[in-house]
């Protein structure tokens, strides 16, 4: 069975970086790596992904200042972020998307950008 546990999160003011972690355990054909954010009273919405092949994609609210990136010999997933804002506060998910059956998630970390 795949888990996911995030770290990396934590309080930092606005204009600073943070990269968040992401370490996979289990065995399990992916898609792709994903990572989601939830902020207070708003829907979990999609902030990037990284494919099998290495492809990536991000949102459009955080392109340019967010990196995802992987290690294949650490089963780890990353999340770089710079140049944040208050409005990147939120609980940041970490999901596989496997080849078959329903998106694994993680528990989640919170990251708070202060003003």
């Known amino acids: 069975q795949v888990q996911l546990v995030e770290s990396g999160g934590g309080l930092v003011q606005a204009g600073g970086s943070l990269r968040l972690s992401c370490a996979t355990s289990?065995?399990?054909?992916?898609?792709?790596w994903d990572w989601y954010r939830q902020a207070p009273g708003k829907q979990r919405e999609f902030v990037a992904a990284i494919s099998s092949g290495g492809s990536t994609n991000y949102a459009g609210s955080v392109k340019g200042r967010v990196t995802i990136s992987r290690d294949n010999a650490k089963n780890t997933v990353y999340l770089q972020m710079n140049s944040l804002k208050p409005e990147d506060t939120a609980v940041y998910y970490c999901?596989?998307?496997?080849?078959?059956?329903?998106?694994?998630w993680g528990q989640g970390t919170q990251v708070t950008v202060s003003s």
């Open positions: 289990g065995s399990i054909s992916i898609n792709s």
């Open positions: 999901a596989v998307n496997p080849l078959h059956g329903r998106y694994i």
